[in-house]
């Protein structure tokens, strides 16, 4: 559980490294978002999830 949590933040970093700008940083809360709820197993709470970040999605590209 530890590893793969810390094996995800070294991604997120990389990433974050690579690419500075606010669009990479939105996409990786993003998966955040997605990932986290769906390792607790929260089915109800990972929808609502989804659906927020799929707002924020169309008020990003506006």
């Not at 990433?15 to 606010?22: A, H, W």
Request: no cysteine; hydrophobic share 45%; aromatic share 10%.
């Amino acid at each position: 559980m530890q590893f793969a949590e810390q094996y995800i933040w070294n991604i997120v970093h990389k990433l974050i490294i690579q690419m500075k700008g606010l669009k990479s940083m939105l996409m990786i809360s993003l998966g955040l978002v997605i990932f986290f709820p769906v390792k607790r197993g929260t089915q109800g709470h990972k929808e609502l999830l989804v659906r927020k970040a799929n707002k924020a999605k169309k008020g990003y590209r506006g």
